[in-house]
């Protein structure tokens, strides 16, 4: 079993930063591809920023040039910088990642972190 488990979030205001982190732990896993969602009150889960398994970033359109994706694979830690955050940025955000286990490809998500950004 691997767990997911986001910190960081908060109550912000407009314009201000948040860092939030993903950390993996469990054993016998190698990780694949990590990345963060989110998702607001009504709205679907929609991606924020990846890693791919190549270790390429993408970025939702309406966040890049603001957030930054980075990990440290050392610690099976992934962060995501958010800087001049909207109220539009208002979500839960996830942590995922594909990781391999026991010669199996799996899929995991953390419980969430919520984030609040106020105009």
């Known amino acids: 079993q691997v767990q997911l488990v986001e910190s960081g979030g908060g109550l912000v205001q407009a314009g201000g930063s948040l860092r939030l982190s993903c950390a993996a732990s469990?054993?016998?896993?190698?990780?694949?591809?990590m990345g963060w969602y989110r998702q607001a009150p009504g709205k679907q889960r929609e991606l924020v920023a990846t890693?791919?398994?190549?270790?390429?970033?993408n970025y939702a359109d309406s966040v890049k040039g603001r957030f930054t994706i980075s990990r440290d694979n050392a610690k099976n830690t992934m962060y995501l910088q958010m800087n001049s955050l909207k109220p539009e940025d208002t979500a839960v955000y996830y942590c995922?990642?594909?990781?391999?286990?026991?010669?199996?490809?799996?899929?995991?998500w953390g419980p969430g972190t919520q984030v609040t950004v106020s105009s």
């Open positions: 890693f791919t398994p190549g270790g390429i970033t």
């Open positions: 469990g054993s016998g896993f190698s990780i694949n591809a």
């Open positions: 995922n990642a594909e990781v391999t286990i026991r010669f199996s490809n799996r899929i995991y």
